[in-house]
């Protein structure tokens, strides 16, 4: 492999993890699917056509490492001890930003995966719409459409969310 290459993706693992960290909020399952990501990367380096960009190829292995390790997870069952559950759910915030923070979290979290990861992508990562669509696979159409219907959707969670310390259901637009 060649040191070029090497270069151009070492330079895009920090953009990878915030990515796949912001799909997960799970530290430890974000470095798992990120080191997926470049397992693969670097095994199928031969399909990368060097037309386009790296960070686009990339990004697209990770959306799918991201969305099978999606389904994998959703079989497993994990166990916990009361105690510490009950420790996790019973620490209240300190910071109005962390409460505005886990709101925007629980906003996010709500939404349909194939609008989270469109919203993410043009948020945090700042791409352009055909990047984001030749990442996800779909027509750019399709991604104005689901990062419209993102949009509205938290603008609705934001004025609906009330002061109480009940959780709100995120009412989806189709």
């Known amino acids: ?19 796949a960290f912001a799909l997960t909020r799970d530290r430890d399952m974000a470095d798992e699917i990120v080191q997926d990501c470049l397992e693969r990367a670097l095994r199928k380096r031969h399909l990368w ?11 697209r292995i990770l959306y799918r490492q991201s969305i099978d390790h999606h389904r994998k997870m959703r079989t497993d069952v994990v166990s916990a001890d009361t105690e510490v559950i009950d420790n996790a759910v019973n620490q209240p915030a300190n910071q109005e930003a962390r409460v505005d923070y886990l709101k925007i979290a629980e906003a996010l979290e709500q939404l349909p995966t194939d609008q989270r990861a469109v919203l993410l992508l043009a948020a945090l990562e700042g791409m352009p719409y055909d990047e984001i669509a030749e990442i996800v696979g779909v027509p750019v159409g399709t991604v104005r459409s689901r990062l419209s219907r ?25």
Do not use: C, N
């Open 1 to 19: 492999m060649s040191d070029e290459l090497k270069w151009m993706i070492e330079r895009q693992i920090p953009h990878l993890r915030r990515y």
């Open 150 to 174: 993102a949009r509205e959707s938290l603008r609705q969670f934001r004025e609906f969310t009330p002061s109480a310390k009940e959780p709100v259901k995120l009412r989806m637009v189709k």
């Open 49 to 59: 056509q060097r037309r386009g960009s790296i960070r686009s190829w990339l990004f």
